[in-house]
């Protein structure tokens, strides 16, 4: 994800669920007040000018639900499944508050899929001017036109309708997550290749890497790219998340971002090993940045962090999975396992590699002033 305008001091959230009811709709969930003001949208939200939405302000939802995805039980209000369609920063242009009662809000937002500057409009009876919101709840979400406008204008691609939580359409995680129900069957019929039994937080430790004499290419071998970042593994799915630093150290309450989607992901047992980084503009690792957030616990200074500065988890290796052990399997066929379970987009990342061409790779990696390459070869198990 590109950089986030804003700091984390004044930062404020948004959402926007996608949400399967009595009708298909997207809440556009914004931070006023301490409450997630939200308006349904009927068709799904958009970076085209020329595109008018209607939303209607519907009530609000707590903060904490800017963390929600789920399937809403029968019998319960707005029953049926719901994905964070998108979610990121919301920068308010005018007092958002004041806003609403004047019936216009100009914001920002900066989220996966929707950024830019907006406009919340209030339309019916009464029009504009203060106390225009009675007598209606219908307002219309435009998009103003600016870079990221023109940026999505010209690559000409609809925006991805999976959750930036899970990966999942709506379709999917109504249906249990189905692509996934047979991934794990797959890693089932593995058998003894991938035996049944636990990883436990502590039990091993991360596999570490050494500094090559010269770069060298080798079809035995793969290349990734060096983040400079903070080597981290992720222990959950399924409802479940737990985050150690390398040292051993929990920093499970510092990144919500990265665990309500190792969270929403539809496999338990997860082990997976990655390095989490801050990505500038350009999409290079900022280590100040990210040393500056590793220093943040109060809890709602790392909620509004979490959405202002999102750190990225390119994940590299899968360790385990559905209760199965996967570190006797080859690297090459972990990698294959673990780039059909990841999000296409979101605070989750595949950490991709090329195969054999370790010098081509270094001489691009050097000349975009990243920090470097790592060799792996193929056919290794994972020794910690
Ligand atoms: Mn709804």
């Not at 899970?166 to 249906?175: C, K, M, P, Q, Y």
């Not at 595949?350 to 056919?379: N, P, W």
Request: glycine letters at 12%; proline letters at 7%.
């Amino acid at each position: 994800m590109a950089s986030s305008p804003g700091t984390s001091r004044g930062a404020r959230m948004f959402v926007v669920h996608q949400h399967d009811a009595t009708r298909m709709h997207w809440d556009l969930r914004l931070e006023i007040d301490g409450v997630l003001c939200s308006w349904a949208v009927p068709k799904e939200p958009s970076m085209d000018p020329d595109d008018k939405r209607l939303a209607v302000k519907v009530e609000n939802h707590p903060l904490e639900y800017v963390h929600f995805e789920a399937v809403i039980p029968e019998g319960n209000y707005g029953a049926g499944p719901m994905i964070a369609w998108d979610r990121g920063l919301f920068r308010p242009l005018i007092d958002p508050a004041q806003g609403l009662l004047d019936g216009e809000i100009k914001f920002e937002l900066y989220g996966y899929k929707l950024r830019g500057a907006f406009t919340l409009v209030h339309t019916g009876r009464g029009k504009r001017g203060r106390q225009s919101g009675r007598g209606s709840d219908h307002w219309l979400l435009i998009k103003k036109r600016d870079e990221p406008a023109e940026a999505y204008l010209a690559a000409g691609q609809p925006l991805p309708g999976t959750s930036v939580l899970s990966g999942l359409t709506i379709d999917e995680l109504a249906a249990g997550g189905p692509r996934h129900r047979r991934w794990i069957a797959e890693l089932e019929a593995l058998g003894e290749l991938a035996p049944a039994r636990a990883i436990a937080p502590g039990s091993f430790e991360p596999m570490l890497c050494h500094t090559a004499e010269a770069p060298f290419s080798s079809d035995d071998w793969l290349f990734e790219l060096k983040y400079d970042g903070f080597r981290m593994i992720a222990f959950g799915g399924a409802g479940a998340a737990t985050l150690r630093y390398r040292s051993g150290q929990d920093p499970t309450h510092r990144y919500p971002e990265v665990t309500s989607a190792v969270r929403a992901l539809p496999i338990p047992g997860l082990v997976l090993d990655g390095e989490i980084v801050i990505l500038d503009g350009e999409g290079k690792p900022d280590f100040t940045r990210l040393a500056e957030r590793a220093q943040l616990h109060k809890t709602s200074e790392v909620q509004r962090a979490a959405m202002a500065a999102p750190v990225t988890y390119v994940v590299f290796d899968l360790l385990g999975a559905a209760g199965r052990d996967l570190r006797g399997l080859p690297l090459y066929a972990r990698k294959e396992l673990l780039r059909r379970i990841l999000p296409g987009l979101g605070p989750l990342r595949f950490g991709d590699h090329i195969e054999g061409r370790g010098e081509a790779l270094l001489e691009q990696v050097v000349a975009r002033g990243l920090e470097g390459v790592v060799g792996k070869r193929k056919a290794a198990p994972y020794r910690g």
